[in-house]
């Protein structure tokens, strides 16, 4: 913990769905202090990311907040919003799970057969559909970079893993396809190495915030990739994230290609993986996160309750397999809450399973063990559903957050972040 000696943090954010996040950590990978609150306006307005950061940030114990040298955005995969000149959002953000079936044939024209931009689920959709609503922007930005942007005073930054689906190619590092050859290829950012530092933070920001004006901004990432970022897997290690929405992550020593899967450079391997639109949001549909607690302790996962439930929060799926009109099924419903409840967590599960199955079909490495990062990895009672079915160890490491993650990554500042594998 912070002593008398001034230490250099590394504040990370991590913009959720449902709330911000921070966490500040030291050189040794010793955290300091994390907390988190709820957008005090919806998700889709930018204007909420910033209030939410201002707040955790003005409640960190300024001794703390004095000794912050770095920070870095991990924002919503996928979430992008048009912006004017001078940054200003243009209306709300389209969020991740926002597929714009309207648009898939020209994605497909515009990005290479197989990456991910090529899809009605990827982000070019959602920018396709901006620039007509918004014929006049300045800019398009995922969540993370516009709030990077902003606490920079500038918004020409992208970071690669942001803009994978909206149509950056990793492996020759430019956009891919004819998305770069475009008359509005202006509106898409400069793309750098997540950790890449960036500059100071802006003076005026940096008084909002509580924080000094000397400390730089570093690229960030997705919420997803800081997650695995957080827990540093060893090989053979495969990463769920619980949250809001389930993501899965494994480290790849060469790319993937797959409707719906994405291939990150982290250093000189590759975070391959998907998300899938069930998660979290689809519990909270239907019971609070107290009474998820207290029916969890009246399953028995021994007994499988038979119920082949598809637990998607709307129509439409991403991954284990691409597609925009997937309906979900979540009936019948039992009489008991407990028995619905086991039959949702079965549902998530067996998604769970078919994603692993998918990557390791793609070429991925086979999972000996299984890490559980986000607000599902505090369910032991899950934990061991998830075991059973996937035939392998699963461990929960509920403190290690997003923000850790994006906390680590601010800490390197090399522009090359790296997994110990």
């Given at each position: 913990m912070a002593g008398d000696t001034p230490q250099q943090l590394a504040l990370g954010v991590d913009l959720g769905t449902s709330g911000v996040r921070v966490a500040l950590m030291d050189p040794a990978g010793d955290l300091h202090h994390q907390a988190g609150c709820a957008y005090p306006?919806?998700?889709?307005?930018p204007q909420a990311w910033q209030q939410g950061l201002i707040q955790l940030c003005g409640a960190i114990p300024l001794p703390l907040r004095r000794q912050v040298t770095a920070l870095a955005v991990a924002g919503t995969s996928g979430t992008l919003l048009a912006m004017d000149s001078e940054g200003r959002p243009l209306g709300n953000a389209l969020p991740y799970n926002a597929a714009q079936p309207q648009w898939e044939s020209r994605c497909r024209q515009l990005a290479e057969p197989g990456h991910p931009a090529a899809?009605?689920?990827?982000?070019?959709a959602r920018a396709l559909e901006l620039q007509r609503?918004?014929?006049h922007a300045h800019g398009l930005r995922h969540q993370g970079e516009?709030?990077?942007?902003?606490?920079?005073g500038q918004w020409r930054w992208g970071d690669q893993h942001n803009s994978l689906k909206l149509g950056w190619d990793p492996v020759r590092g430019g956009w891919s396809g004819a998305i770069g050859s475009q008359?509005?290829?202006g509106l898409l950012p400069r793309v750098v190495c997540p950790g890449t530092v960036l500059g100071p933070l802006h003076p005026s920001v940096a008084n909002k915030l509580g924080l000094p004006t000397t400390a730089r901004v570093a690229a960030g990432t997705t919420d997803g990739n800081a997650a695995v970022l957080a827990v540093d897997p060893q090989p053979g290690d495969g990463v769920t994230v619980l949250g809001t929405t389930m993501a899965l992550k494994q480290v790849c020593p060469e790319p993937l290609q797959g409707a719906g899967v994405y291939s990150h450079p982290i250093g000189n391997q590759w975070l391959v993986g998907g998300a899938s639109n069930s998660g979290g949001g689809v519990l909270r549909q239907f019971f609070d996160d107290a009474a998820i607690a207290v029916l969890s302790r009246q399953l028995d996962p021994r007994h499988p309750t038979g119920l082949r439930y598809l637990p998607l929060p709307a129509p439409g799926e991403r991954f284990p397999v691409d597609d925009p009109g997937l309906m979900p099924c979540l009936e019948p419903r039992p009489v008991s809450d407990a028995?619905?409840?086991?039959?949702?967590?079965e549902g998530i599960t067996a998604i769970e399973a078919r994603g692993w199955a998918r990557l390791?079909?793609?070429g991925a490495p086979a999972v000996r063990r299984v890490l559980t990062v986000g607000g599902g990895a505090?369910?032991?009672?899950?934990?061991?559903?998830?075991?059973?079915a996937l035939g392998c160890p699963v461990l929960n490491r509920p403190h290690a957050s997003t923000a850790c993650g994006a906390a680590r990554l601010a800490r390197r500042q090399n522009g090359e972040p790296t997994l110990s594998v």
């Open positions: 306006r919806p998700f889709v307005q899809s009605a689920s990827g982000t070019m609503r918004y014929p516009w709030l990077t942007g902003w606490l920079l008359p509005w290829s028995l619905f409840l086991q039959g949702l967590l390791q079909a793609l505090r369910n032991s009672t899950w934990r061991q559903l998830r075991q059973q």
